[in-house]
Every structure is written in C-alpha cells, then in structure tokens.
C-alpha cells in the first residue's frame, strides 16, 4: 500500500461537476432516499413512455428480483443516437482509428444513424425480431458498434465475444444463448497480424451442430479469403445495399434485455451476464459523465475490445448516451511502436483515456522515451480498470504519461456490475496510488469477514454490496437459480463480488484481487476450472489443477500442475504441445506461463484438491503452507517444492 496522497489539481477543482463537498452531499443523498435520487437521475436518459415505478429490487435469499424503472418504455439506440441529431448531427460520434495508423475514419452522428439503420433492416430481412439473441464476432472496426446498436434498435439481445476466443468458445457461447444469427468479419487485423474470424465461425458451427445458426453476416475487413457457404452466408455491403437508412427504434420496456455478456467464474462454463435496458443505461450514462468529469466536446478514448463490458459501457452505450465523441482503436499498443498510443492521442486531441494496468505495466518497461517523443497536452484525464494497479505503474502513469497534471481514476467493477462502482471522481477525491478510492453513487460497499461479519473502520476481508444499483446485471441466461446461487448464497442478502479488499482509516477501498477460484490475466477474468478442463481433454494428460501466480506484466500469469497419464514422459514438447492446445480450445488469453509436470496433486483425504498449497508454492512462498494436516500424501507436496525449486 502506497501512503502517498495526491490533492485534486487546482484547474480540476474548477473546471469538475463535483468538489469534495459536492460528493459527499450526493453520496449521503443517494443512499438516503434511492427512490428519489434515481427517480431524478433516471431523467438523464428519454423515455417514449416514463417510469412510475423506479426501485423494485430484492436480495432476499431465494428470491432475488431486480428491477429499475420498471414501467418506464425507451430504446437505447435510440438515446446513443437519435435524440442527438438536432443538436449535434454533423459531430463525430465515433473515431476510428485503424490498426495501420495511415487508416482512421470519422463518423458523425447523422451517419451513425445511417449505419445502425441499414445494418438494423439487413437484421430485419433475415427475421430478427425483438427478443432474438445475436452473436457478434468482431474485430474492432465501426461495424461492430453499428451491429450492437442495431441490436438494441431492434430490440434483439446481442451476445458479444471477444474476437480472440477460439472456436470451442465461439461454439459453447452460441449454443448456450441461442442465436441464429452471427456477425463477424473475414479477418481482424492486431498488430499487422490478421485473425481468421470467419474461419473460426465456420469451424465453430461445425462443432456445434445443434446450435441451428440459419445467417452469418461477413463484413469485408481485410479482403482474405474466405468460403461462404451458399443460403446461410451473406456479405454485409452486399446485404447493405438492398435496404434503406431509415428504421424505426422498437419500444423496449426498461427491463427489457439489452444483452448477455458471458463471462468466467469459479466453476462451470462461462455465464451468461444479462442486462437489461433502462437502469443500465442511466447508470453506464451517468458514472461516464461523472467519472470521466465528461464535458461538451472532449474527445473520449477507451482501449478496451468492445468482446468485453468495459467496451460495451464505456466505449459504446456510456459516451454516445451523452453524445460524446468516443475513440475506437483497432491496434495493440506495441504496434507499430511502444508510441503508438500516445501518438493516437496527439493526432486525435484525445482529452481522456482509459485504459488497462497490464498496457501501463508493459509500455512502462520500455522507459520513458517512447512517451517523451509525443506531446500529450490535449490530455486532461487518465483512468485505469480491469486489475488491482500497482502503485509503481500508477506513479509511472501519473508522472510520465501525465505529466502530474491529469488526475487517475482508478475504476473497480465487474461484467455484472454493468458500470463502475467504487472510483474517485477527479475533481471531487484525493487519490492514492492503487487504491479505487470511494463508491459511486448509490453503491453501498461493505468489507466481510468468512462468515459475513459486517467489520466497521480500517479493515480487511471480502467485498459485497449491501443493496442493488441500476446497471447491476439481472439474471444468468436462461438459469436464475445459478444467478443466485454464485452472488447472493455466500453471504446471504448481499452481492458478493468475489473480490477480497482492504479498507483504510479515511474510508478508501483497495481492492486486492480475487479470493474466489477465478484469475486476473492482463485484466481478462479467466475460470481455473475452464483451463483445467481444457488440459484434461488432452489424451496424454491424467489430471490438472490451475492457479494464479503474481506476474510482472500480466497481474496474474497461468499456472498449471499436470499429471501425465501413465507410462507418458514429461517432455519439452509435450509441455508446448499442451500450450497450444489450451490456445487452441479457449483461447490465447488462456494459455498457460508456466506448466508443472506433477506426479501426483496435493489432496485431502476426501480427493479434494488443495489449491491453497498450490498457489502458494506457485507464488514461492514454500514457508507458509498453512495448515497441510488433512492431506492424504504429504510427500507430494515436498515434491512439487523440490521441483519448483530446481526449475528456477
Ligand atoms: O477482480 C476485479 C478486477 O476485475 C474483476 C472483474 O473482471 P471483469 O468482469 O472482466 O470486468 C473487468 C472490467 C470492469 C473484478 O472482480 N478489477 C476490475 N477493476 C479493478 C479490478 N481490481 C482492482 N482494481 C480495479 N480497478
């Protein structure tokens, strides 16, 4: 923990919506009264019909039931467009800059109204109705934004995953949500390096052969070859050019779904978050005006992938909610140099930018030159989210890249969180380097002990929320009973966010990662249980456990203890071989840094595996096991230690 303390600079004090006074007063009035408070905040959004009604929420174990603005009727594609036209038709919406950096494109609102309507008729042609789920597969070009925005125009449920999920997920995704229409592109382009998108689709469907995929909509990126296949494969542009620019927005009631997003947990398959239409958009609406203290005419830049919730929130349905002008990047930030990001932000007059602490960790081993060379001055705000950050990275971020002018606002939240939840607001919150400060409002974090004490002052345990919030998600798809068994059994009638934190004397929050079976790669939550399975697929491989271990740039890297099926030798290959594999079946965020050849697994005397002592000899800290009495064969352990040992 960092002791440092940084005030709000003099020009923020100024120029913010909130000082620190005007915080508190908000905060105090936004747990006070809910009803009131949203009912006023819920105005920030139009409504064809308004709400009567506006908290409707239960946390009663057994019967969780959520519901903001109930009554109220909107359409999300509508409030991210239309209503903007007036005022700001001939403003850009969207940058796009493209993974070459001679390519960029600009597109105003009047044109995003365009786009989202055709590409929302080529939808209607193919039957999709409101209700309808689709899967989007998407590199990160303009089209992807005008898909998901067609969707919500539509009233169909989009189902976005990230373009670097292999075909295996691609398939279990569609399947679980069922959805008879995929939008993809021939190929991504990252780092000059082109991703097979409609390849994998292909493959994708043939693994999955019930899942009763009727369309998929190619949009041309790269121009590589690609087969369709007759009757169900359409070109988009093709598909484009038969209908027009005009469709109506549906009438969505505010619980309506907007999307699912699936995401990863201790155990089982991915979930598939669901959230729904009015009280997600108020609230992505209301922490990126607040948060990023977002004024008429900044030019907004989130790095995230729109296949993950911070670029559904916070590059899409947040910024364009308050008609702002938002940067969409294709690129990596290594690509075609370590200046790439900073060069973007000058060529671009970025004013705020949002990033991850796995970039900031990285661009920071390669020192301070590729910064220096570029100006920066446009820049006013530095956010970062995903991953608890560093004080070392925060100061570098803070000093370097901001050049101790442009506050950080740290961001804690979660794919069911919908938005951020615990986060300074820069005119408003002195900061300290790694912690995310202070809850938004209406958010009601508490600090737990195992068996759900409520602790008060300075202390540390597991986070829950004490009460609901309007971008929360709703349900699991299509399985609400797991919904309520994953975040509200642990400690009956709160949240449980399956993060552990600290919180300290001025009442700031740090969190300190995951205490739950799930790891934080390069700020990409990947399910233990999902790896694992992924190994034991492998005809060679008897049994595998995966843990997470610290990693300079990634936060968390891999780590994997295999047992080899009888009579199999522990290779070099063989260990690259299972590398690749797991890549090959979830994906490349998975694979594994560090695979162990383990003859045998720590258990009780039950079969349980003990993951404790497996981190902890992953971590190195072979002095503190803890409590190793309850296992059955304590000579494994001190041979997983020894070989630990001699591998460094
Ligand atoms: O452990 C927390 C970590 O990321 C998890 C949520 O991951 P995901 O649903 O993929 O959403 C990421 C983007 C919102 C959390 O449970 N996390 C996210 N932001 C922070 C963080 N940990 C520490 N500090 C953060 N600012």
Same mark, same amino acid.
């Given at each position: 923990m960092s002791d440092k303390i940084y005030d709000v600079p003099a020009a923020w004090a100024q120029r913010a919506y909130l000082d620190d006074h005007g915080y508190r007063a908000k905060y105090e009035a936004s747990v006070r009264d809910p009803e009131g408070f949203w009912a006023e905040e819920g105005k920030r959004i139009d409504w064809f019909e308004p709400y009567t009604r506006v908290k409707n929420t239960s946390y009663d174990p057994g019967h969780v039931s959520i519901k903001w603005f109930e009554d109220g009727v909107t359409n999300v594609a509508w409030n991210c467009i239309d209503r903007h036209l007036d005022a700001? !038709?001939?403003? =850009?919406a969207i940058i796009w800059e493209g993974d070459d950096p001679s390519e960029s494109r600009l597109i105003t609102y009047n044109e995003l109204h365009d786009q989202v309507c055709r590409f929302a008729n080529v939808l209607r042609n193919r039957? =999709?109705?409101? &209700?309808d789920r689709v899967t989007i597969y998407m590199p990160m070009i303009p089209e992807a934004a005008y898909a998901m925005l067609a969707c919500a125009r539509l009233g169909a449920v989009h189902s976005v995953v990230f373009g670097g999920f292999s075909p295996d997920s691609l398939a279990g995704r569609v399947r679980d949500c069922g959805s008879r229409v995929i939008i993809t592109a021939d190929e991504g382009l990252r780092g000059g390096r082109k991703v097979p998108l409609k390849a994998n689709v292909d493959a994708a469907i043939a693994k999955a052969?019930?899942?009763? +995929?009727d369309h998929v909509i190619v949009v041309k990126r790269t121009g590589g070859t690609i087969d369709m296949t007759p009757g169900r494969d359409v070109w988009y542009h093709e598909a484009a050019?038969?209908? $027009?620019?005009e469709c109506p927005a549906t009438p969505m009631n505010?619980? #309506?779904?907007l999307f699912i997003l699936y995401t990863s947990g201790?155990? &089982?398959?991915p979930k598939g978050v669901l959230h729904t239409t009015g009280g997600y958009l108020v609230y992505a609406a209301m922490t990126h005006h607040y948060v990023f203290d977002y004024h008429e005419g900044d030019v907004y830049w989130c790095t995230?992938?729109?296949?993950?919730v911070t670029g559904h929130s916070y590059i899409l349905y947040g910024p364009l909610a308050n008609g702002a002008t938002t940067l969409m990047f294709?690129?990596?930030?290594?690509?075609? @140099?370590? @200046?790439r990001f900073w060069e973007v932000i000058d060529k671009h007059k970025v004013n705020i930018f949002y990033t991850a602490p796995t970039a900031i960790r990285a661009l920071m081993q390669g020192g301070d030159a590729p910064v220096l060379? $570029? @100006? %920066?001055? @446009?820049?006013?705000l530095l956010g970062s989210v995903g991953e608890p950050i560093n004080p070392e990275a925060w100061e570098w971020y803070y000093?370097?890249? !901001?050049?101790? %002018?442009c506050p950080v606002v740290d961001t804690w939240w979660q794919t069911e969180t919908g938005g951020i939840l615990i986060t300074p607001l820069p005119g408003a919150t002195r900061l300290k380097p790694g912690s995310a400060t202070r809850p938004f409002f209406g958010v009601i974090p508490q600090v737990v002990d195992a068996e759900g004490n409520v602790l008060e002052g300075a202390c540390e345990g597991n986070l829950v929320i004490a009460d609901s919030w309007? !971008?929360?998600? %709703?349900?699991v798809y299509g399985d609400h009973e797991r919904f309520m068994q994953t975040y509200?059994? $642990?400690?009956?009638?709160k949240y449980f966010t399956g993060d552990g934190c600290r919180r300290d004397a001025d009442g700031y929050y740090w969190i300190t990662g995951r205490v739950d079976d799930v790891i934080n790669v390069s700020g990409h939550r990947m399910g233990t249980a999902e790896v694992e399975s992924a190994l034991v697929?492998?005809?060679? +491989?008897?049994e595998a456990a995966v843990v997470g271990y610290p990693h300079d740039i990634k936060g968390q890297g891999i780590y994997a203890y295999v047992t080899l099926m009888a009579g199999v030798e522990p290779t070099e290959e063989l260990r690259k071989e299972l590398v690749g594999w797991v890549r090959r079946e979830i &994906?490349?965020?998975?694979?594994? #840094?560090l695979i162990q050849f383990a003859p045998g697994l720590p258990k009780t005397?039950? &079969?349980?595996?003990m993951r404790r002592i497996l981190r902890k000899i992953a971590e190195d800290e072979? !002095?503190?096991?803890? #409590?190793?009495? $309850?296992?059955?064969?304590?000579?494994v352990v001190q041979d997983l230690i020894s070989q630990r040992q001699n591998k460094k």
């Open positions: 700001r !038709g001939d403003q =850009v039957n =999709v109705e409101k &209700g052969p019930d899942a009763e +995929v050019d038969l209908v $027009t620019s505010a619980e #309506d779904p201790s155990t &089982g398959s995230a992938d729109i296949g993950w294709e690129g990596v930030p290594n690509y075609p @140099s370590n @200046s060379k $570029t @100006s %920066r001055a @446009s820049l006013r000093r370097v890249v !901001g050049e101790e %002018r309007p !971008g929360q998600m %709703r349900t509200f059994s $642990t400690y009956p009638g697929a492998h005809p060679k +491989v008897s &994906g490349p965020i998975a694979s594994p #840094d005397r039950s &079969g349980k595996i072979y !002095g503190n096991l803890g #409590d190793t009495s $309850t296992l059955a064969d304590p000579a």
